[in-house]
Antibody, heavy 123, light 106 residues
């Protein structure tokens, strides 16, 4: 079964840091780009960041650029989101999501076909 | 920055057709995906590449994309389709979600 399991959320003071993790299983992690998407309480979905299958290409939303860093460890089948200089507006449930097609990222995308259950960050 | 605009809400009677629009500048030149999210649950991909359905998604879900508007259509809407729906596209290496539409089946 394809599964994504986020962890690392919690309560942090403004200006603080957190590192989210997303453990992947049930598919060949090294073949697919991965994404972070967040949802503030009672609000809509917001794309945060994406990383290519190799980890060599990364994209960020303007709202987090310079503060958040996406990375992956393909030897551990794990995706990360390092969040620094956190603000109240970063309060949200953070989802990791798998890119549907192997080798694609960005405008050539096939959508996010597997999502984790989310981890909550409160600033 | 690029924006995708959806109607806040759509109401439909069971068995009827629901259409949800997603508007953005030259959206028809980009690929669009659609996601369904029920309360307390993670989103589910229902349409990708404008009109393709992932395996396991019922045939009553369909999509089109042309000009400045993408449309998700739910034919023969069922009560289980009541949810929030979000479109998504990419612009200049930035992912963008639509504002979201709450579909009420009554």
């Amino acid at each position: 079964e394809v599964q994504l399991l986020e962890s690392g959320g919690g309560l942090v003071q403004p200006g603080g840091s957190l590192r989210l993790s997303c453990a992947a299983s049930g598919f060949t992690f090294t073949k697919n780009a991965m994404n972070w998407v967040r949802q503030a309480p009672g609000k809509g979905l917001e794309w945060v960041s994406s990383v290519s299958a190799s980890g060599g290409i990364t994209f960020y939303a303007d709202s987090v650029k310079g503060r958040f860093t996406i990375s992956r460890d393909n030897s551990k089948n794990t995706l990360y989101l390092q969040m620094n200089s956190l603000r109240a507006e970063d309060t949200a449930t953070y989802y990791c999501a798998k890119e549907a097609a192997a080798g694609t990222i960005g405008p050539d995308f096939y959508g996010m076909d597997v999502w984790g259950q989310g981890t909550t960050v409160t600033v | 920055s690029y924006e995708l605009t959806q109607p806040p809400s759509v109401s439909v009677s069971p068995g009827q057709t629901a259409s949800i629009t997603c508007s953005g500048n030259k959206l028809g030149d980009k690929y669009t995906s659609w996601y369904q999210q029920k309360p307390g649950q993670s989103p589910v991909l229902v349409i990708y590449r404008d009109s393709k359905r992932p395996s396991g998604i019922p045939e009553r879900f369909s999509g089109t994309n042309s000009g400045n508007t993408a449309t998700l259509t739910i034919s023969g809407t069922q009560t289980i389709d009541e949810a929030d729906y979000y479109c998504q596209a990419w612009d200049s290496n930035t992912g963008v979600f639509g504002t979201g539409t709450k579909v009420t089946v009554l």
